[in-house]
């Protein structure tokens, strides 16, 4: 959820800056390096000596970063900026759906946590 807040934030920068001179859209990626901490692909699988082992990923998730650069996709307008407005709003829109498909989730799992914790509400 903290990516998906940077995210927005990202986008919501890039859109203010829609008609700014020079301004280079700016891009947050953080799927890759969780991929990379969860090691999806397994490029990086850990043997384990026992069978009980967890297997872990290439990097821990607490200490993921999402990497935030110039948006090379972008088109480049006659002042420099590369900022195209529909795709900008496009983005916001799905990150906003998906930022809140994720609070959904957190508060299913919080409410069957507390519902497990309180011993099934006896």
């Known amino acids: 959820m903290k990516f998906r807040s940077l995210r927005q934030n990202v ?3 890039n859109i203010a800056n829609a008609e700014t001179p020079g301004y280079k859209a700016k891009k947050v990626d953080f799927e890759d390096a969780l991929a990379r901490a969860v090691d999806i692909n397994d ?3 850990m043997s384990t000596s026992d069978p009980e082992h967890f297997i872990v990923g290439g990097g821990s998730i607490m200490n ?4 935030v650069y110039d948006n090379p996709d972008g ?3 006659n002042d420099g900026n ?8 496009a983005n916001m829109q ?3 759906i998906l930022y809140k498909a994720a609070m959904e989730l957190m508060n299913k799992k919080l409410g069957t946590l507390k519902y497990a914790a309180s011993d099934g509400g006896r």
Do not use: C, F, G, Y
């Not at 993921?64 to 990497?67: E, H, Q």
């Not at 590369?82 to 709003?89: A, G, K």
């Open 64 to 67: 993921l970063r999402a990497d």
């Open 11 to 13: 986008t919501a920068s």
């Open 75 to 77: 088109p480049t307008t």
């Open 82 to 89: 590369t900022v195209d407005l529909e795709t900008e709003m």
């Open 94 to 96: 799905e990150n906003s």
């Open 43 to 45: 490029l990086r699988k």
